[in-house]
């Protein structure tokens, strides 16, 4: 369900066309929520609701159209383009839109990925109505509505990220193809039999590679090596 006011529903602040008034697209799947942040935004000066959306679709098309100042964009929509999916979008569309996230979501990974979209604020769906009616007014003027400890948040994911990569690279560098081919079909559940008669072979060699690789992932056996490679992204756990 897609709700656009036209000039004569947007209120007694559309009327007057002040200029300064900011023009706020609400993205959210629950019609509860959606019904709050325009109330919210109803009773503040300065902001007025052009249109509430519960589908990245309509809501990518609203942008396109309609032109927001700003988009209350939750995480988790109706259909197929997703919350983080339409930042994208509009980021790289070039869309003069500013974007405040309002999510359920209060994990650092999420957060991470917001920032990294380009988002400008972020703020839980528990927050007051005031709170998200003053985050739309900062986030319009081109502040940054994130609080210390998200920044936080999103700095430890990135390091945690780097730190991976680093560990996947030198991974990769002190594993021969020959071991990541005998790695990747023992992830697959493949016996040594099996992998030496894919590999052509013996299962000698097989179990040599097998003890070289668990030797420089620092496992004890077949399935911390398996369970190491696929955090590092080096393999994909499956049946053969």
């Given at each position: 369900?897609?709700?656009?006011?036209?000039?004569?529903?947007?209120?007694?602040?559309?009327?007057?066309?002040?200029?300064?008034?900011?023009?706020?697209?609400?993205?959210?799947?629950?019609?509860?929520?959606?019904?709050?942040?325009?109330?919210?935004?109803?009773?503040?000066?300065?902001?007025?609701?052009?249109?509430?959306?519960?589908?990245?679709?309509?809501?990518?098309?609203?942008?396109?159209?309609?032109?927001?100042?700003?988009?209350?964009?939750?995480?988790?929509?109706?259909?197929?383009?997703?919350?983080?999916?339409?930042?994208?979008?509009?980021?790289?569309e070039?869309?003069?839109?500013?974007?405040?996230?309002?999510?359920?979501?209060?994990?650092?990974?999420?957060?991470?990925?917001?920032?990294?979209?380009?988002?400008?604020?972020?703020?839980e769906?528990?927050?007051?109505?005031?709170?998200?009616?003053?985050?739309?007014?900062?986030?319009?003027?081109?502040?940054?509505?994130?609080?210390?400890a998200?920044?936080?948040?999103?700095?430890?994911?990135?390091?945690?990220?780097?730190?991976?990569?680093?560990?996947?690279?030198?991974?990769?560098?002190?594993l021969?193809?020959?071991?990541?081919?005998?790695?990747?079909?023992?992830?697959?559940?493949?016996?040594?039999?099996?992998?030496?008669?894919?590999?052509?072979?013996?299962?000698?060699?097989?179990?040599t590679?097998?003890?070289?690789?668990?030797?420089?992932?620092?496992?004890?056996?077949?399935?911390?090596?398996?369970?190491r490679?696929?955090?590092?992204?080096?393999?994909?756990?499956?049946?053969?």
């Amino acid at each position: 369900m897609a709700t656009v006011l036209s000039p004569s529903q947007g209120g007694s602040k559309a009327a007057e066309g002040a200029t300064a008034t900011v023009r706020v697209l609400v993205v959210e799947d629950h019609p509860l929520l959606r019904t709050v942040i325009t109330v919210a935004c109803d009773q503040t000066d300065g902001l007025e609701v052009v249109a509430d959306m519960e589908d990245g679709e309509s809501a990518l098309e609203a942008c396109r159209r309609l032109t927001p100042d700003v988009i209350v964009l939750d995480l988790q929509l109706a259909g197929e383009l997703q919350g983080l999916d339409l930042a994208r979008r509009i980021r790289d569309e070039a869309l003069p839109i500013r974007i405040l996230v309002l999510t359920a979501r209060t994990d650092d990974e999420a957060l991470f990925e917001c920032v990294t979209a380009g988002v400008d604020g972020y703020l839980e769906k528990t927050s007051g109505v005031r709170v998200i009616a003053d985050a739309l007014g900062r986030v319009a003027a081109g502040e940054r509505v994130f609080t210390s400890a998200q920044m936080r948040g999103a700095i430890a994911v990135l390091g945690r990220r780097a730190k991976q990569a680093r560990e996947v690279s030198d991974a990769r560098a002190i594993l021969s193809e020959r071991e990541l081919e005998v790695l990747q079909r023992a992830a697959l559940g493949l016996t040594v039999g099996q992998i030496a008669r894919r590999l052509s072979i013996s299962p000698r060699t097989v179990e040599t590679h097998l003890t070289n690789v668990y030797r420089k992932l620092g496992a004890r056996n077949r399935v911390q090596a398996i369970a190491r490679a696929s955090e590092l992204g080096l393999v994909e756990i499956g049946p053969a």
